[in-house]
């Protein structure tokens, strides 16, 4: 899916909310542990319930990795029921010398069909670009993360420019590559940078996690970050798929996913963009 | 293993030797491809052949990961034969928030039973802690990376201190546990830095990888960054996985792990380590 695509399906659904798939085998509801594959069945269920109102789905490879080949089969299973008018990233993380970040790219675009892996960029260029070499697929690299950690580096101050490292990854990534290709991390719970990195990056679409669980405001992110074609994929993750924990979860999760899209059909309208 | 019984090892064997197990499957034997583990089959003669001679594995995970499923099966059987006396590393290189970052501990601690897990450090403190609550189970932290990218933002210099980003996370990292969780990935390739990283990290080992493909000195990097316990696990992969490519390659793999070994046992020798 390209940009053009993304901003279509975001003007359809009326919603730039991606659906964390952090699919926890302790968490999910009691009934689903006596099927064959209760990680994919309930990641259908949880699809069925919001694919009509989210424009992406997120799952997290760590959930999945923790349970062995058997979480690889369920990721697997589930990458190829989403629907083909969703971005599916893998939210991985990866990052390696160059000749290994291509095989990680060949894993993720090729084995697993995704759309768009999350990368780390502290090992630099080289890392990075092997996964530019795809048509049609995204790499989004962590800038400035929503979590307490993105404290101890990423704000670090640099003294060439003063700046903080997170705005000299931005500028760094920029340069291997266009908005076609990348978008940034960056976290909801960073509303008083997000004006900031709006302007580094103005056109590049951002993933934003951090609503919700987390504590990020959506209203306060949106005015901040749209650009004019949206620019936003707004990550939530727990607060969707765990809405309920009896049988009724997939329909609960609808809701919910329902409640954040109308939110955000109210801000797009607002913001000219529908 | 810990820290004791890894410099047991190292005066053993009289080696500080990791062999990295990047096994691409366009790169081995042909008469291996009609095996039903291609894979496998080529790990276990590579680990036969140089079991002596080393004291680490480390399956980068890329490898793997790029041959989906099946992959991972290869990859759980190659841990599960690589001798007891041999510490296992997981050539990962993630992070992540704390509640992911954990189950990524749990995948490659539990499930893969790795001994050790490379970590990037760009997130910060929670999504490294999570690595150190497993016993005798180490976290690598990327520290200065051996390929070109590490000078775009591992060696940016911060305000705070005119000093580099990598010299923060070091003394970050150090801060977070002790030296008998945590190690670093000091690239081979960068000898001038070498003695520097030390002064920073007196007891940590260090996973060097750079020697030989990359280009790195064995000797110059030894002698600026052995400690009293050794304190170096230096990394080869290609040259030596790598070393035949017909049906001999295993004893080949075995005959150039024996030659570093034995560069490894002079140096070890000249430090009066052994």
């Known amino acids: 899916m390209n940009r053009l695509e993304l901003f279509q399906q975001i003007k359809l659904k009326k919603s730039y909310l991606c659906v964390g798939l952090d699919t926890d085998i302790e968490k999910i509801p009691a009934h689903l542990l006596n099927t064959n594959d209760p990680i994919f069945e309930f990641n259908k269920a949880i699809i069925d319930a919001t694919k009509d109102y989210c424009i992406a789905y997120k799952p997290n490879l760590a959930f999945y990795e923790a349970l062995g080949i058997k979480g690889w089969e369920s990721l697997k299973k589930t990458i190829d029921y989403i629907p083909n008018n969703c971005l599916i990233i893998a939210d991985a993380k990866r990052g390696d010398i160059g000749n290994t970040s291509a095989l990680y790219a060949k894993a993720f675009f090729n084995e697993l069909k995704a759309d768009a892996v999350t990368v780390a960029p502290y090992m630099g260029k080289d890392s990075v670009t092997p996964f530019l070499n795809f048509e049609n697929k995204w790499v989004i690299v962590l800038a400035l993360t929503s979590n307490e950690g993105a404290n101890d580096f990423q704000t670090s101050l640099l003294e060439e420019t003063s700046a903080p490292l997170y705005e000299k990854v ?65 990550n939530s993750s727990r607060q969707i798929i765990y809405a309920g924990k009896e049988e009724d979860f997939d329909s609960r999760a609808g809701k919910e996913a329902r409640k954040v899209q109308q939110e955000m059909e109210v801000l797009l309208s607002e913001a000219g963009l529908i």
């Open 170 to 234: 931005i500028r760094a990534v920029q340069s291997w590559g266009n908005e076609d290709q990348i978008m940034f991390v960056v976290g909801a719970t960073r509303a008083e940078q997000f004006l900031h990195v709006r302007s580094l990056a103005p056109n590049n679409f951002f993933l934003v996690p951090g609503v919700g669980a987390q504590g990020g405001d959506l209203k306060a992110i949106s005015k901040a970050g749209f650009n004019n074609q949206c620019g936003l994929l707004v």
